[in-house]
């Protein structure tokens, strides 16, 4: 019940359902600078540390985990977050667009061609 707020960031494409937690900001505050990658992904409502396990885990085999994620970032997860979702669509839509913009101008153009 306490993951609800979060759900919400989901589905408004802020979080993804899986991938690094969001950090405390005094944690980022002293990073050193390959931590950042972690930053790559959108924060996740669970993460490999999390089933890995957690409260066992130092700090800084948290971030190895999330950085692995990161690396290994398979296309199904990525297709789990609705605000990607939503630039792919819009990106496949400007493909579209232009191919048909293209076949429109091939079309007049044979039609010129045959007057």
Same mark, same amino acid.
């Given at each position: 019940?306490? +993951?609800?707020?979060?759900?919400?960031?989901? %589905?408004?494409? +802020?979080?993804?359902?899986?991938?690094?937690?969001?950090?405390?900001?005094?944690?980022?505050?002293?990073?050193?600078?390959?931590?950042?990658? /972690?930053?790559?992904?959108?924060?996740?409502?669970?993460?490999?540390?999390?089933?890995?396990?957690?409260?066992?885990? !130092?700090?800084?085999?948290?971030?190895?985990?999330? %950085?692995?994620?990161?690396?290994? /970032? $398979?296309?199904?997860?990525?297709?789990?977050?609705? @605000?990607?979702?939503?630039?792919?669509?819009?990106? $496949?839509?400007?493909?579209?667009?232009?191919? @048909?913009? !293209?076949?429109?101008? &091939?079309?007049?153009?044979?039609?010129?061609?045959? &007057?």
């Amino acid at each position: 019940m306490d +993951e609800l707020p979060q759900l919400w960031n989901v %589905l408004r494409g +802020e979080m993804s359902l899986v991938g690094p937690r969001p950090p405390i900001p005094y944690e980022v505050e002293r990073y050193p600078a390959h931590w950042f990658a /972690r930053f790559q992904v959108k924060p996740g409502l669970t993460g490999l540390w999390q089933v890995s396990g957690r409260c066992e885990l !130092t700090l800084d085999q948290m971030i190895a985990l999330d %950085l692995e994620y990161v690396r290994r /970032r $398979s296309p199904p997860t990525q297709y789990l977050d609705p @605000a990607a979702n939503g630039a792919r669509r819009a990106q $496949s839509q400007g493909r579209i667009v232009e191919i @048909a913009r !293209t076949l429109g101008n &091939s079309q007049q153009r044979q039609r010129k061609g045959r &007057s």
